[in-house]
């Protein structure tokens, strides 16, 4: 009798443990965070008044727009993979209209030393040949280009953050044929940055270049008198030095670019096909004078997003 006396109890308290249970809320399970997706993409447009590149311009002395795509690969935090697509409308002698850019990497950091190593193609599109030899003949001011300049070059280079507000870097790019010409060329930069104290809801900073381009021979199609294996270039340093404001994805940068090369060895190079005059140097025998390489002024506007932190 004892026995189903406490039988009876003890079923008697866990039916009202149960209904008490059931009675209370339910504790809802922590909502654990999505770890950051490994990839990412960046992508932007800019517009400006010139497009130079090491200090030459590439739309002769006209405005520009460029556009790029670069779809990103985090290994980890401090390496990441990538690939790219951008081009930039330019003017070049041989009536080549755009620049299309084919590149990608990979970008190690090791705390604040940030490394990129790459590989890069330059594509000219819609081409075509000025030269004696070629149907069209050389161009008006007697210069010569080819139907193709595209070219590659290999990278590599680097970012030092002393401060949070200070940068320098540098870097050495080198392709077998400049231009498609020939030449061989081999490319070193440094590189500095500061940014100032915010203005509200803007970012200034200041920053500069010094670049040098060592340049081999091109082959004959490039030959002058004195010279009739080919062009050996003449090698320059360009630099450039600016203030840039961000705005959110937004930056203006106002930046002065000039180089070393005279017009002579600048209208060698470059083929203008605006060059005037006569500026005889040893490589350019009687030929025209290019302003292409000269001192310049640019403003370029450009608006740079991550899929990952703007888009979300």
């Not at 850019?101 to 330059?122: C, E, H, N, Q, S």
């Not at 400049?178 to 440094?190: D, F, I």
């Not at 060592?214 to 203030?243: L, Q």
């Amino acid at each position: 009798m004892m026995k189903k006396i406490v039988l009876s109890t003890i079923a008697a308290i866990g039916l009202s443990t149960s209904a008490l249970a059931a009675d209370l809320p339910v504790k809802a399970r922590p909502v654990v965070a999505a770890p950051p997706s490994a990839w990412d993409i960046a992508f932007g447009a800019a517009i400006m008044n010139d497009y130079i590149f090491r200090g030459i311009t590439q739309s002769n002395r006209k405005p520009s727009v460029a556009a790029y795509f670069e779809p990103r690969y985090n290994l980890n935090a401090d390496w990441q993979l990538y690939v790219g697509i951008a081009g930039e409308s330019i003017s070049f002698p041989n009536r080549a209209a755009a620049e299309i850019d084919l590149y990608g990497g990979i970008r190690p950091t090791f705390g604040k030393l940030a490394l990129d190593f790459g590989v890069w193609y330059y594509w000219y599109p819609g081409g075509q040949c000025f030269h004696p030899t070629c149907p069209n003949g050389a161009l008006l001011n007697g210069n010569v280009i080819k139907a193709d300049v595209s070219f590659i070059e290999f990278f590599g280079k680097a970012t030092y953050n002393i401060t949070d507000a200070l940068a320098i870097g540098g870097s050495v790019f080198y392709s077998p044929s400049v231009l498609h010409s020939g030449a061989n060329g081999l490319y070193l930069s440094v590189n500095g940055k500061y940014t100032l104290p915010a203005w509200g809801a803007i970012t200034p900073s200041i920053s500069a270049e010094l670049g040098f381009w060592n340049f081999g021979t091109s082959d004959a199609f490039y030959a002058v008198a004195g010279f009739p294996g080919g062009i050996p270039y003449k090698d320059y340093a360009h630099w450039n030095i600016g203030v840039a404001f961000a705005y959110k994805v937004f930056t203006l940068d106002l930046r002065y670019h000039d180089t070393n090369l005279n017009r002579g060895d600048c209208n060698a190079f470059t083929s203008d096909h605006t060059a005037t005059g006569v500026f005889t140097t040893n490589i350019n025998p009687g030929g025209p004078g290019s302003k292409w390489c000269g001192a310049a002024f640019v403003a370029k506007l450009s608006a740079d997003l991550t899929a990952n932190t703007n888009l979300k």
